[in-house]
Structures are given as C-alpha cells and as structure tokens.
C-alpha cells in the first residue's frame, strides 16, 4: 500500500533517507556528519534516493 499523503512522505524522507553513507566501512551517519562515527574516515557520500 503505497504512501499518498505529503506530510508522511516528506517525515519518511527525513527519517530514512536523508543520511550519508561511509565509503569505507558502510555506516549510516546523520546528513551533517563530517566524518564517519564508527571509522572516522571522510570520505562519505549522500544515501541514494531510489
């Protein structure tokens, strides 16, 4: 069953997609981050919207 309401959409957005992925170890940091939490690396890249 498909999300039609915008408001839903738009919090699903923020909560699920909007984060950045670490290059180097794969986890998910917040869309700020800097540098990864878990391996410090900076070589981070947004997650991809399907």
């Given at each position: 069953m498909p999300i039609?309401?915008?408001?839903l959409i738009a919090i699903f957005e923020k909560r699920v997609l909007n984060k950045k992925v670490c290059r180097?170890?794969?986890a998910l940091?917040?869309?700020?981050?800097?540098k990864?939490?878990?391996c410090r690396s900076k070589n981070l890249r947004p997650k991809k919207k399907r």
């Open positions: 039609t309401d915008p408001e180097k170890c794969g940091n917040p869309p700020s981050a800097v990864c939490r878990r």
